[in-house]
């Protein structure tokens, strides 16, 4: 068989393999002010899942994700790497976003945010915008409804509420988590075990 041909076969079956696996991120950016320095964090960090049968949206964040590989500059991720944030509310639809011409619409979720083993009510506000699969920021994903729509949110965290506070480097100043072009992936049967593996 002609190798490149090979390669190509080979590299479609990893791609395939990996994404019934796991989950597109979405690029997150982090910061808060640590000893009156603002610090900043940027990766692709988190996870939105929404499931169509009980509309619930999911949004996972793992702040390890962020951490360049230099002490001092991932000194105050250390307090809150070790755990996921989680957020889960119910949407009043079991679709995102209506289709249209460049559509969008912005709509508050009350759900609640699990973070370092506590739970709190939490109201976010987030933005479905449609994009153009001619545009740049589209990805055929083989998803095509989801693959044209992109989501924009912000979730601030209170240090004191999640005991964060209480860690070695003493977080007090609030963290932000911002997404601007955040890929929705669908809630599959496998998506379950993709929790179960990455949400302890």
């Given at each position: 068989m002609n190798k490149i041909v090979f390669g190509i076969i080979v590299f479609t079956l990893v791609s395939v393999a990996s994404f019934?696996?796991?989950?597109?991120?979405?690029?997150?950016f982090v910061k808060t002010n640590f000893h009156d320095h603002d610090c900043f964090a940027n990766d692709n960090a988190s996870y939105l899942f929404f499931n169509?049968?009980?509309?619930?949206l999911s949004i996972v964040v793992d702040f390890a994700k962020c951490k360049v590989g230099h002490d001092t500059i991932d000194a105050w991720l250390d307090d809150i790497d070790e755990n996921k944030l989680l957020f889960t509310g119910?949407?009043?639809?079991?679709?995102?976003?209506?289709l249209t011409n460049s559509n969008s619409k912005t709509i508050?979720?009350?759900?609640?945010?699990?973070?370092?083993?506590?739970?709190?009510?939490?109201?976010?506000?987030?933005?479905?915008f449609e994009?153009?699969?001619e545009g740049m920021l589209y990805r055929n994903n083989g998803?095509?409804?989801?693959?044209?729509?992109?989501a924009m949110f912000q979730i601030q965290l209170?240090?004191?509420?999640?005991?964060?506070?209480k860690k070695l480097h003493k977080?007090?100043?609030?963290?932000?988590?911002?997404?601007?072009?955040?890929?929705?992936?669908?809630?599959?049967?496998?998506?379950?075990?993709?929790?179960?593996?990455?949400?302890?």
């Open positions: 019934s696996q796991g989950a597109l991120p979405s690029n997150t169509e049968q009980t509309r619930e119910v949407l009043d639809s079991d679709k995102l976003l209506e508050k979720i009350n759900g609640k945010i699990k973070f370092n083993n506590i739970s709190i009510s939490k109201e976010i506000e987030i933005t479905f994009i153009s699969k998803n095509d409804y989801y693959d044209r729509i992109r209170s240090p004191k509420d999640y005991k964060i506070d977080l007090k100043n609030v963290i932000t988590v911002s997404v601007g072009n955040g890929y929705v992936n669908p809630f599959k049967p496998e998506t379950q075990e993709w929790f179960n593996t990455n949400i302890k």
